[in-house]
Structures are given as C-alpha cells and as structure tokens.
C-alpha cells in the first residue's frame, strides 16, 4: 500500500470520487456539484477541473468578482481521500468567506488524520502560486479544521460576526517560510 499523495484531478479516480460526492451529499455537503451531471460527464468535469489556467472559483454570490483556482486531490492508492482549493488570489468576498485555501476530506475517511496531511502537502503548491501568506476561512464550530490549521502553522486572526449575507467565520493566516 502506497502514501497518500497530491494529485490533479484523474480519470483513474472516478469511481472513487464519485462515491465521495454520494457521501458528501448525504452529509448535506459539496450539493451544488450535480452529482448525476458529474457521473454522466466525469471526463468533462475532470477536464473543467485541470485547465491550466486555474479554475474560476464558483462564488457563492452571483455578484462577486471571479478568482482563479487551483484544484488538488488527496488519492491514496485508487482512493480519493479529499480536495484543496487554492485560490490564487482572494477578492472582498472571500476575504470574509473562503480564502486562499479550502479544503476537506471525504466523511467516510475523517478523523484519520489525512486533513493534516492533505494541507501540509499542499503548502509548496500555495507557496509555487507566489502566495506568501494564505488566508484560511472556517466555521467557528469547526474544531476539527482549526486543529489541523494550527498544526500547519496557522495563527487567528480574528472571528467576523455574521451578517445577513455571511455566517461567522474564524480567520487563520498561514504563513509559508
């Protein structure tokens, strides 16, 4: 059995991913990827996800400026564990929710220490896009994040309050030496 390993997005996965988005999806997570549309089109989705360019982050908000993205899988063997997304720059909108970094490992293989390794790894490729210091958003309640950013040398920044267009959100800065 290999490590677990940073990855494009692959072809060779698609069973595996698709698996994952069901499991997200029964965990009320990841619903506005259509999970029937990927499982149709997966060579198309992959391909959207691969572009050289970087993707254009998918806002939230209709009228938010569009950003480009980095888009990594944590795979182990023919396993995909999880994602980063590694926006190459953060505009108003994901300055209070999202920025430079999102990440998440699929339920199934939670509390197995992979988020650890998922945002270590990923560090080189956020310090390759010549960002220096990376803004991580999260929920306040979520512990289980805050662990790992801090394990990975992520310091708070503040908590914003929530608004009628926001929720809460903690702020971590990490720092790459």
Do not use: C
């Given at each position: 059995?290999?490590?677990?390993?940073?990855?494009?997005?692959?072809?060779?996965?698609?069973?595996?991913?698709?698996e994952?988005?069901?499991?997200?999806?029964?965990?009320?997570l990841l619903n506005q990827l259509d999970l029937e549309r990927i499982s149709k089109d997966y060579e198309g989705f992959v391909e959207d996800l691969c572009d050289e360019m970087g993707q254009h982050h998918q806002n939230l908000e209709p009228w938010a400026e569009?950003?480009?993205?980095?888009?990594?899988?944590?795979?182990?063997?023919?396993?995909y564990i999880g994602f980063v997304k590694i926006r190459h720059?953060?505009?108003?909108?994901?300055?209070?929710?999202?920025?430079?970094v999102s990440f998440s490992i699929r339920p199934s293989m939670r509390g197995r220490g992979f988020?650890?390794?998922?945002?270590?790894?990923?560090?080189?490729?956020?310090?390759?896009?010549?960002?220096e210091r990376a803004l991580i958003t999260i929920a306040p309640d979520n512990h289980a994040a805050r662990r790992i950013i801090e394990f990975c040398g992520g310091t708070l920044q503040d908590?914003?309050?929530?608004?009628d267009r926001?929720?809460?959100?903690?702020?971590?800065?990490?720092?790459?030496d």
């Open positions: 059995m290999s490590a677990s390993k940073l990855v494009k997005p692959s072809l060779e996965y698609r069973e595996s991913f698709i994952a988005l069901a499991e997200y999806h029964e965990a009320g569009k950003v480009r993205e980095t888009v990594l899988w944590l795979v182990k063997d023919t396993d720059r953060v505009n108003w909108h994901l300055e209070r929710f999202g920025g430079h988020g650890k390794k998922l945002l270590q790894r990923a560090l080189p490729s956020i310090h390759a896009l010549g960002i908590q914003t309050s929530a608004t926001f929720p809460a959100q903690m702020r971590f800065w990490i720092v790459y």
